[in-house]
């Protein structure tokens, strides 16, 4: 008989399943009690929320000088039609005006300041501030306070850096309105004329070497040798900073009186311009030229048959030729070709090795366009450049010299520049040892 003492089971570790008993092994107080699941929307954010306090509305600093703050309306404009202190102090008047409702022609009516001079006031002060966040010299800015808002003006388009060193040059040559705008242009072109000649001989920090390098450029544009490349060159040189710079213009003035021998029995120079157009640089051309195109593979038959006389009429402008023709090409009026009035054409080469290139240097295999002037045909110079055609060749480029061994004295034209094709990456220009 089993004694109830000892062997009575435990219950609490029966369980029943299906009319059977089961053991438990495990106690009671090891189990955990199910918690209820909670929604997510209950628990706290991690990071307590900060409290939005009221932020008044604070309107920005008036931009009006303190002694002007209190006048009413009638009062600005009498302070801008008496011009009573400086530009720059009656200047943020104009804007002013505008929010309360004025417009150009009747801030005109009532104070004699035209519109035009209006917005140079506006912006000239707007580039006067930025001088003075970037502690400009004070006597730099001195310069401009009676009646330098034209100079300024037109160093706007500059960034802050650039328009403190604009400004020093304009001060320490005493440039005029014009002078300041071919600085503040020629600093930004300079860039985008990596790969001229010369370029990298120039520093873009210093405005005087970006202004150099416009009147370089434009000297090439001239024959050489001639009175206006060596004035250009003449103006590179008395504004150029850089001892690099000036030394390659001074080389350049040395050379005009004529080629040198170098030991490769190379004549040192190209008496013709080479240039490669940009994009863009025919739409921002003040003024251009309109000639006809030939094919060089049509040989000198085109050549001889294109229009002689073309040039503009009437207020529009409106290109008029002497005859029909099926191919024109729009340049920039660059000084060699802007003078061609009557027998200027154009030579489509789909090769640019027609030019006389050196034979040991690697030369771009791209097209190019050869402007000759048909109204010389003489071979007089003999380091010019002419249009010939070479039988079994077709048209080429030759100069002077090598034409005369041969016996040649007429040409279809003497060349006055070549046109490179613009390119999205600049490269290298021809150099002066390019040439035969």
Request: glycine fraction near 6%; aromatic fraction near 10%; proline fraction near 7%.
């Amino acid at each position: 008989m089993l004694s109830i003492t000892s062997n009575t089971l435990n219950l609490c570790n029966l369980f029943t399943r299906n009319g059977f008993f089961f053991t438990n092994p495990t106690p009671f107080s090891s189990f955990k009690p199910l918690l209820k699941p909670i929604s997510a929307t209950l628990i706290p954010s991690s990071k307590p929320q900060q409290q939005q306090l009221y932020q008044p509305f604070r309107p920005p600093p008036s931009p009006l000088p303190p002694k002007f703050r209190s006048l009413d309306t009638a009062g600005r404009l009498d302070v801008l039609a008496n011009r009573l202190g400086l530009w720059f102090e009656y200047a943020p008047l104009i804007p002013a005006l505008y929010q309360e409702g004025f417009l150009p022609p009747s801030i005109e009516e009532s104070t004699g300041i035209s519109g035009v001079e209006q917005s140079r006031l506006v912006v000239a002060a707007q580039v006067r501030d930025s001088l003075v966040q970037s502690n400009t010299d004070p006597q730099v800015l001195a310069f401009f306070d009676t009646s330098g808002f034209e100079l300024l003006y037109e160093i706007r388009l500059l960034s802050a850096t650039q328009r403190a060193a604009a400004a020093r040059f304009v001060v320490e040559n005493k440039l005029d309105a014009k002078g300041a705008q071919d600085l503040a242009r020629a600093i930004k072109d300079f860039p985008r004329r990596r790969g001229d000649i010369a370029w990298e001989k120039f520093q873009y920090v210093l405005p005087g070497d970006c202004l150099s390098f416009m009147y370089y450029r434009q000297s090439r544009e001239h024959a050489n040798p001639s009175e206006e490349r060596i004035s250009a060159l003449k103006l590179a040189l008395d504004v150029a900073e850089s001892e690099d710079a000036k030394n390659v213009i001074t080389k350049e003035l040395e050379g005009e009186s004529g080629g040198e021998e170098t030991n490769d029995g190379v004549v040192d120079g190209v008496r013709v311009p080479v240039v490669r157009l940009k994009f863009g640089e025919v739409s921002e051309a003040s003024n251009v030229v309109v000639l006809p195109v030939c094919r060089a593979e049509e040989k000198e038959r085109e050549v001889l048959e294109a229009p002689w006389e073309c040039k503009s009429q009437g207020e529009f402008g409106v290109v008029v030729a002497d005859k029909g023709w099926k191919s024109w090409v729009v340049l920039p009026g660059w000084e060699p070709i802007y003078g061609l009035r009557n027998g200027g054409v154009v030579v489509s080469f789909s090769d640019a090795r027609v030019l006389p290139w050196k034979v040991n240097r690697w030369y771009k295999e791209e097209a190019i366009l050869v402007v000759a002037d048909r109204g010389r045909k003489e071979v007089a110079v003999d380091d010019g450049f002419y249009l010939v055609a070479v039988d079994g060749e077709g048209l080429k480029v030759e100069r002077g010299s090598a034409l005369k061994e041969s016996g040649v004295e007429e040409s279809l034209g003497t060349v006055v520049v070549v046109v490179r094709p613009p390119r999205e990456v600049a490269d290298d220009q021809l150099n002066d040892e390019d040439w035969e």
